[in-house]
C-alpha cells in the first residue's frame, strides 16, 4: 500500500522559515517524481512544485507564487522529500500535501498544516 | 499560464441522479487532465487521469471524457459518500494549474 505522511508543519512569523517532510513507503520511491501541492483554509488546490528522479538530475518545477523562497528536493536513500520554505509570507498559510506524481497525482499524503502569524 | 474553469461552482442533487461537471481549459491540454475529489477534511483523492483513465479501485460510475479544452466528469448514479468537491487540474504545461472547484451538495 502506498503511504505518504508528512511532518513539518508548524506556527511560523512572516518572514520566518520551516521545512516539511514527507516520508514515503509502498513503492519504488526513486523511480517516481514528486509533488508538493497546498490548500489555504477554506480555498481550493494550488500546486506548489516539483522534483523529478536521478535519472532528470533531480530537475524542479516551481509555482510562481513561491519561486526562489521554496526548495523541493529528495533523499532516494531515505525515501523521502522535503520543501524548504523561506521569507514566508501570510499568505502561505496553508495545508502542505506531498503528492506522488505519476497517472494525474495518484496518491496523497493526509497533509500538514503550516500557520504563518506573528 | 493555463486557466482552469469549472461549471458550476455549486450543485444541488439527490442519491441515484446522473450529474456532469465540466472543466475548460484557456488552451489547448490535449488529455493532460485529472479529476479528484475531497470530502471535508480529508486528502484529495486521484478519480481520473488522462481525461478518462479510471484510477484503480474508483467506481465505475464515475467516467472522465474530453480532450483539447473542454472536459467532463459524470457520475452515473450518485451515492451518499460521493456528496463531496470535485476538482478538475491540467498538467499539459507548467505551472500544473486547478480549477476552482465544484462543490456536490445534497
Known amino acids: 500500500e502506498v503511504q505518504l505522511r508528512e511532518s513539518g508543519g508548524d506556527l511560523v512569523q512572516p518572514g520566518g522559515s520551516l521545512r516539511l517532510s514527507c516520508a514515503a513507503s509502498g513503492f519504488t520511491f526513486n523511480e517516481y517524481y514528486m509533488d508538493w501541492v497546498r490548500q489555504a483554509p477554506g480555498k481550493g488546490l494550488e500546486w506548489v512544485g516539483r522534483?523529478?528522479?536521478?535519472?532528470?538530475?533531480?530537475?524542479?518545477e516551481y509555482a510562481a507564487s513561491v519561486k526562489g523562497r521554496f526548495f523541493v528536493s529528495r533523499d532516494d536513500s531515505k525515501n523521502s522529500v522535503s520543501l524548504q520554505m523561506n521569507s514566508l509570507q501570510t499568505e502561505d498559510a496553508a495545508v502542505y500535501y506531498c503528492?506522488?506524481?505519476?497517472?494525474?497525482?495518484?496518491?496523497w499524503g493526509q497533509g500538514t498544516l503550516v500557520t504563518v502569524s506573528s | 499560464d493555463i486557466q482552469m474553469t469549472q461549471s458550476p461552482s455549486s450543485l444541488s442533487a439527490s442519491v441515484g441522479d446522473r450529474v456532469t461537471i465540466t472543466c475548460r481549459a484557456s488552451q489547448d491540454i490535449s488529455e493532460s487532465l485529472t479529476w479528484f475529489q475531497q470530502r471535508p477534511g480529508k486528502a484529495p483523492k486521484s478519480l481520473i487521469y488522462d481525461a478518462s483513465i479510471l484510477q484503480s479501485g474508483v467506481p465505475s460510475r464515475f467516467s472522465g471524457g474530453g480532450s483539447g479544452r473542454d472536459f467532463t466528469l459524470t457520475i452515473s448514479s450518485l451515492q451518499p459518500e460521493d456528496f463531496a468537491t470535485y476538482y478538475c487540474q491540467q498538467y499539459k504545461n507548467y505551472p500544473y494549474t486547478f480549477a476552482q472547484g465544484t462543490k456536490l451538495e445534497i
Open positions: 522534483v523529478r528522479t536521478k535519472n532528470h538530475a533531480y530537475s524542479t
Open positions: 503528492v506522488r506524481g505519476r497517472n494525474g497525482f495518484d496518491n
